[in-house]
């Protein structure tokens, strides 16, 4: 396929529409993403999460800063989230990560929801993957983790990040609310406000509540990302945790997972697209049946499972 | 199915039981919808979201006791949000309605977040049409409006009210984020509070700005629900909405949408437990699978398609 190969040759411009294809399910985007496969595996994926406000977006453009100083390439897959409370949010995030906006070495990509069945998150596992085959040293996934799918995204990745922030009020429902199995690094950021502190040791507390039975006891950093204090620190502990991951056998444990579930996703999704043509195919048949039913005719039961066995026979027939 | 006749025989107990065995995915479970849907279609659904912290349990439950004033029976479907980040705000909001808890005529059921694939929704709207052909007169489905899943979940009912509250500086996003499609009445709560009537002058601006088209203006309302002051309005409000509904013929058309959807989900969830069994029937290829794929003489995208082919031949066996 021409244009995976020109994303391996590294045309910037290529990877853009590559990303594209598959973020708006084109036909031969399964095809794509199946000549990108053999070049993944090689980037680390690193996911930064949080509710709205903490500073994600500030913390992943100096982490990105840092990263580029060692020369390592980086992609970033920001995801805007779903929901509609807050989607305005991370519009104005964009904006804030102008410390690498234009750098070469980095390649940043907003992800929106999408309509489909796990259309987000298998979006942006492809969307990492093109760019792992691209050859990023590093992806990093910024997701405000408000639903399911971005909970979801981000145990996809290689280290996960939980952002904090003091105040607010959300401190302690953060904590309470079994985010703690997600976090791999902690991070509260914005801790030059009163509570920082006090936000440390209450995570602290909930960690050893339940770390008896853990080998990686995540740790807990202060950072105040616009002025870069305690980022280097947080670079050190992502370094340490991978050495752990690597030398534990978690890493390729974990990305064992990701392949497990990358396979019912991509199975669901395909399966997903025989059902939309069926239904495409012969609309009037499709739209009698919803008569029928609504009239009490018919009933979904019923209609659903001619519309398996149809799937069934178009397999079969393939 | 003893358990749907005795659902239909107006036994509480069997109610809470079905509710479960849908909930928990039963193999039966099917059996069971596909007894009790003849009998749905005669409750009113009445869809509540909005952010946390916007009063939707309070006024849940001052709705409540109105309908039962005027003797309808009323059931509640409250969502548990799939957010790490609120999940435990909601425990408190159910001891918030206490106006209701210990009257015969309601039944409440809250609904965790579920594993699999579109499972929120999927095992909501099944319990909003047990709750149905139990005989509720109405049905109200309660949730914080936080994620893609919960989004959905408010679209299936017959009317969908939006309530925010001024001030936390949510007010202006919320509004900005196209939540204006999913209302069809908007509710500022908790509108002794600075800044309500500029609020309401926001979202009537927005409205306006979108409404040439439209044929329903969705009216706002100013409440404060634990004074029970504009609740009368509200529900004067879903009165109206209603009979727009009948005359205009769109509740027969939304209702065909939600079929529709029913039908989609209902073959992505069968479909899924032919991919699950035959995951879960030959473990050990399955991980062989994976195990080749991690070393690289396996792609994902051929597995995925050698599995779609197994399950095509099941469902033509079947």
């Known amino acids: 396929m021409e ?13 853009a529409k590559l990303i594209t294809l598959v973020e708006n399910e084109m036909p031969n985007a399964l095809e794509a993403m199946e000549n990108i496969y053999p070049y993944t595996g090689n980037a680390y994926i ?4 949080g509710p709205p406000g903490a500073g994600k977006s500030t913390l992943t453009d100096k982490i990105t800063q840092k990263l580029r100083s060692q020369n390592f390439t980086v992609g970033i897959v920001a995801i ?3 929901s509609p409370f807050s989607g305005g949010a991370l519009l104005g995030d964009r904006v804030r990560m102008q410390g690498i906006s234009s750098d070469e070495g980095v390649f940043i990509r907003s992800m929106a929801t999408r309509g489909s069945l796990g259309g987000l998150s298998r979006a942006t596992g492809d969307t990492v993957k093109i760019l792992d085959a691209f050859g990023k040293d590093y992806v990093i996934i910024e997701t405000v983790g408000v639903g399911q799918d971005e909970v ?7 280290v996960s990040i939980l952002v904090v922030m003091p105040g607010g009020g959300d401190d302690i429902q953060a904590i309470k609310a079994g985010i703690m199995e997600i976090g791999d690094i902690f991070v509260v950021n914005k801790s030059d ?10 995570i602290n507390m909930m960690l050893n509540l339940g770390a008896t039975t853990r080998d990686w006891i995540p740790p807990v950093l202060k950072t105040i990302a616009p002025e870069e204090k305690g980022v280097d620190s947080l670079l050190e502990k992502i370094s340490e945790h991978r050495e752990f991951l690597v030398s534990s056998g978690r890493l390729s444990y974990q990305r064992k997972e990701r392949i497990r579930n990358d396979i019912i996703k ?5 399966i997903f697209r ?3 043509r069926l239904i495409r195919e012969d609309k009037e048949l499709f739209e009698q049946r919803l008569e029928d039913i609504v009239s009490k005719k018919e009933d979904p039961y019923r209609i659903s499972k001619k519309m398996i066995d149809a799937i069934g026979r178009r397999i079969s027939d393939n």
């Open 152 to 158: 979801d995204i981000i145990k996809t990745a290689d």
């Open 274 to 276: 025989y059902l939309d």
């Open 266 to 270: 991509i199975v669901e999704y395909e």
């Open 3 to 15: 244009l995976v190969d020109d994303v391996r040759k590294g045309s910037v411009r290529a990877l």
């Open 80 to 82: 805007d989230p779903t």
């Open 46 to 49: 690193i996911g930064i999460t």
């Open 193 to 202: 406000r009163d509570g920082a502190d006090r936000l440390v040791t209450e």
